[in-house]
């Protein structure tokens, strides 16, 4: 069946990076619109990211431009979150995530219907 896996979370300093995969299998993602969310301790799941089916088009949440850059491989049925600059407020549990019914992004939770099972990035010195 549909599974899609994050990898890459970890421990990283204020200022470092890490770099996100979500590498999907059972089903081909090429035509879904996929992206990023992320979820504090006590505080809802937020949008992060989202790239079109193409890759032409990619949206981000304030919080995260200029900061993370979102990409897709469909050859691969793999997307990433590049994260650079990180701030200890980025620390999360990071969730991929993909829609088979969007022609649009979006950055409402209930609009996706794939996840993964998360991976948690802490920001600390």
């Known amino acids: 069946q549909v599974q899609l896996v994050e990898s890459g979370g970890g421990l990283v300093q204020p200022g470092g990076s890490l770099r996100l995969a979500c590498a999907a299998s059972g089903r081909t993602f090429s035509r879904y619109t996929v992206g990023w969310f992320r979820q504090a301790p006590g505080k809802e799941r937020e949008f992060q990211s989202a790239?079109?089916?193409?890759?032409?088009?990619?949206y981000y949440a304030d919080s995260v431009k200029g900061r993370f850059t979102i990409s897709r491989d469909n050859a691969k049925n793999t997307w990433y979150l590049q994260m650079n600059s990180l701030k200890p407020e980025d620390t999360a549990v990071y969730y991929c995530?993909?829609?088979?019914?969007?022609?649009?992004?979006?950055?409402?939770?209930?609009?996706?219907?794939?996840w993964g099972q998360g991976t948690q990035v802490t920001v600390s010195s």
């Open positions: 790239i079109s089916r193409s890759g032409r088009s990619t």
């Open positions: 995530a993909a829609s088979s019914k969007l022609t649009y992004y979006s950055a409402i939770v209930a609009r996706y219907d794939y």
